[in-house]
């Protein structure tokens, strides 16, 4: 639905299906969904500055709307500003809070069951591997291996399927996008939390080259949502003090306590989890939300402590190193002089090559993904187990390349090992040998990210088992990421680039004083850095993981290098999928040519705004409703005597008026006989705060009489009187960095000059009509200013 009030359309009934079908759309080439080329966007946009936007969220189509983070500023909200007594203000203060520390505890539970589902589930399946081969029975142990992988896979996939779309990625860049101001249906829902739960622990189990970390995050924001609005919609609790939260603005900045909630639960880094919600996801902040941020974040870490505490004692089943603890490398003395920069320099500019590569290669796998899953539900099912079975028979079939290695004394760790974990396992291997390929193949991902990064092993690894390991994780890492399972980003790119940062690390030989296991960790940082463009919470996120506050220096130059290698080539992975999805997310900086376009002309490429009177017709209201899909609309009065003096005939801009509150006003039936200003005491006694901030009541469920449609309502009450205007000279950069940093859903234009004849309000902007794409479709003389902006 659009939300700005410039544009007729035709209505929508209420639950109208978001798929986009043939006959929705008017161009023959948009008929066909799957006529889309690998160079084309994943959804088919309509060529007008504002459109009715359809955006994938997770991997369902939907209708797009944006937010309202703006406080609007009515009669009614300020008189209850002013009534507020400090019991209720510290009632407010307090509930922020008490949820702030109920999304720490919450996150902190649900990761550990993850992690000891997980950990359990692939333990036990791995110690059934390691039966088959002590047998020599190889194909039995194939056999078993990729059929419970298929099975864990299948569940997880169906899940996503059937009961939740929206489940499906890491949710990462959805959360970002609602952070920045676009409603995404049905992203925070309860099916979407179950099956991200259910869905993360079956993908995971399965060995699926992806993480669990990304799906943190989302079940986080999930659980900050839910708490939030008191529960899922259909069993909503209605608590006096949830009112406080029942609208966009306090909403948003709970689930941003959700998001470095999910991080902190993944890498068991609170400062780094903060810092990511602060650099990588929300577009606003302050003092007080950092403050809030940070508490979840160390609720989170007592609740992961305790749990460690437990199951050290050996009273979580085969839950033991794994999972919940961090990759350690404190234990390495971290000595380097000046030629040891170059390396480290190398690393740098490999991961920004490697992370841009990735990022390009990645967006074409994405595409062709979107054709195939275009294809019905049971195409995106026999996808996801597909990468399932490639995974699988090159994870066990794989190390029997590898040539087994005579342990060395002076290992610090039990050699050779059956068992699920450890660095040194024998595999097929006779007695007193080891399988180095199976050690980071046949294992967790979290095992495998441990042992590459291990240290005091610099003869451990041969230089083919890190190439191949380094070049299936490449291929694995492009061809799982898309599939209809809940799956995360990060684990995949550390594998990744621990992969060529520990070869890296061999090849310089005695040419260096690091550790190879430091290498893998340089080149983990690069890759990530290269790939995700975050420098600050990554720097912190690795420190924390590896507890090794020495390697601060090196990791920055490493993360800097990358980052801005990676910048020269495409934007950062999260960016590629918002665009890919076509959630119409706000950059923080405006393209240059913007500045040779002014709002006054946007204005101009739009139909005329859609205006009411300060007290309008019934019969006026119901058909703009009707006939509009306009989230809000500006209220002018007409002959308006000017305060302070004896002149007449001014014309009002009086503020905007919201659909939802005009459809309030419906169903309340706040009717007037007569053309009047109402009294103070009239609209309190038929409305308050709290049912004005309520969204899903539709004008199709209003019934307005024949006789009503002749009365008239007073618009003045339920009308912000602050909204934010800005000049019709103003240019489009400066409009858009105001539009985002203020977490605006609408900007009035107003004229430059005033007089008689001058119409108050020349056009309305919303965040459809900032976006470049539309620009440049409406006005395309620009795009010859882009290139050159490129050139430049």
Same mark, same amino acid.
């Given at each position: ?55 994938? !969220? ?32 510290? $009632?407010?203060? =307090?509930?922020?809070?008490?949820? +702030? ?55 997880? +996939? ?30 925070? *829902? ?8 259910? *869905? ?36 909503? %609790? ?27 639960? +993944? ?85 920004? %090559? ?6 390009? #290669? ?61 660095? =040194? ?7 007193? @040998? ?86 893998? #960790?340089?080149?983990? +940082? ?9 420098? #600050? ?92 899909? @306009? ?8 002959? #308006? ?12 801009? @009086? ?8 459809? $309030? ?21 038929? =409305? ?24 008239? !309502?007073?618009? @003045? ?58 620009? %440049? ?10 290139? $050159?902006?490129?050139?430049?």
């Amino acid at each position: 639905m659009e939300d700005d009030s410039s544009l007729l359309a035709k209505p929508e009934a209420p639950g109208t299906t978001v798929e986009p079908e043939p006959e929705a759309v008017v161009d023959e080439e948009e008929r066909d969904p799957e006529s889309n080329s690998l160079n084309q966007p994943l959804l088919k946009r309509n060529r007008t500055l504002s459109t009715n936007p359809l955006a994938l !969220v997770g991997a369902s189509v939907s209708h797009i709307e944006s937010l309202d983070y703006e406080i609007n500023e009515n009669d009614l909200f300020k008189h209850d500003w002013r009534s507020r007594s400090r019991v209720q203000v510290l $009632q407010y203060i =307090f509930l922020k809070w008490l949820l +702030a520390f109920l999304v720490g505890l919450l996150t902190g539970l649900i990761a550990t069951l993850i992690n000891l589902a997980i950990e359990n589930i692939a333990g036990y399946k791995l110690l059934a591997i390691v039966g088959f081969i002590q047998e020599e029975r190889y194909l039995s142990g194939l056999v078993f291996f990729t059929g419970v992988n298929f099975s864990l896979t299948l569940s997880a +996939a169906v899940l996503c399927v059937c009961f939740a779309p929206t489940a499906a990625g890491p949710g990462i860049p959805e959360i970002k996008a609602y952070l920045n101001g676009v409603d995404t249906p049905d992203m925070f *829902g309860a099916n979407t939390l179950l099956v991200k739960i259910f *869905g993360s622990i079956g993908a995971v189990s399965a060995g699926l080259d992806l993480g669990k970390e990304g799906p943190l995050v989302h079940i986080s924001a999930c659980i900050a949502s839910l708490l939030a609005q008191g529960g899922p919609d259909n069993y909503r %609790l209605k608590w006096r003090w949830l009112r406080y939260f029942n609208n966009d603005r306090d909403r948003r900045d709970i689930i941003t306590c959700g998001s470095s909630s999910g991080v902190c639960a +993944a890498f068991r880094a609170p400062v780094g989890g903060v810092l990511f919600a602060l650099e990588e996801v929300a577009t606003w902040w302050r003092s007080s939300l950092l403050w809030r941020t940070f508490f979840s974040t160390a609720v989170v870490v007592v609740v992961l402590r305790a749990f460690i505490e437990v199951c050290n004692s050996g009273k979580c089943g085969l839950f033991g190193t794994g999972g919940l603890i961090i990759f350690d490398v404190s234990d390495v003395k971290v000595s380097y002089h000046a030629m040891d920069l170059i390396p480290v320099i190398i690393i740098g500019i490999i991961g920004g %090559l490697l992370g841009s590569l990735y990022n390009h #290669v990645l967006h074409k796998v994405l595409r062709l993904y979107n054709l195939i899953n275009q294809k019905g539900k049971l195409h995106k099912v026999l996808l996801a187990l597909g990468v399932s079975l490639f995974t699988s028979v090159c994870q066990y079939c794989l190390p029997f390349l590898a040539q087994c290695r005579p342990c060395d004394p002076s290992f610090r760790e039990p050699c050779p090992t059956n068992d699920r974990a450890g660095n =040194f396992k024998q595999f097929n291997c006779p007695a007193g @040998h080891y399988n180095d390929l199976a050690t980071l193949l046949l294992t967790t991902n979290d095992d495998a990210v441990r042992n590459i990064f291990s240290s005091h092993t610099s003869s451990e690894f041969h230089h083919t088992s890190i190439l191949i390991f380094f070049a299936l994780y490449c291929i694995l890492g492009l061809i799982t990421f898309g599939i209809a399972v809940p799956s995360g980003l990060f684990l995949p790119i550390i594998l990744m680039g621990s992969g060529y940062g520990r070869l890296l690390g061999m090849l310089m030989g005695s040419y260096t004083n690091l550790d190879q296991g430091l290498y893998a #960790v340089l080149g983990a +940082a690069s890759l990530m850095s290269g790939s995700m463009r975050m420098t #600050v919470s990554l720097c912190v996120i690795f420190l924390e993981l590896t507890n090794n506050l020495l390697l601060l220096p090196i990791t920055m130059i490493v993360l800097l290098i990358a980052k801005t290698v990676g910048d020269c080539f495409n934007p950062s992975i999260y960016d590629i999928i918002l665009e890919l999805k076509g959630l119409p997310f706000l950059d923080a900086n405006p393209e240059p040519w913007m500045r040779n376009l002014t709002v006054g002309e946007l204005a101009d490429a739009k139909p005329p705004v859609v205006t009411l009177c300060g007290i309008e017709k019934v019969s006026r209201i119901v058909d703009v409703l009707k006939n509009t899909t @306009h989230n809000a609309f500006p209220v002018v009065d007409e002959d #308006v005597l000017v305060p302070g003096t004896v002149a007449t005939g001014a014309t009002e801009l @009086h503020g905007l008026i919201l659909r939802a509150h005009l459809v $309030q006003a419906l169903k309340k039936k706040w009717f007037l006989t007569e053309k009047r200003r109402t009294l103070d005491w009239e609209v309190r006694e038929k =409305f308050n705060w709290v049912e004005l901030s309520e969204r899903e009541l539709k004008i199709e469920q209003v019934a307005v009489t024949r006789q009503e449609m002749e009365m008239y !309502v007073d618009l @003045h009450p339920l009308t912000n009187t602050t909204p934010y205007t800005v000049v019709e000279s103003m240019s489009v950069a400066k409009a858009m960095v105001l539009f985002r940093q203020v977490g605006l859903r609408h900007m009035l234009i107003v004229p430059k000059y005033q007089g008689a004849g001058v119409p108050a309000i020349v056009g309305i902007l919303t965040r459809q009509d900032l976006r470049a794409y539309n620009i %440049l479709t409406a006005f395309p003389h620009l795009a010859s200013h882009k290139e $050159q902006g490129k050139h430049n």
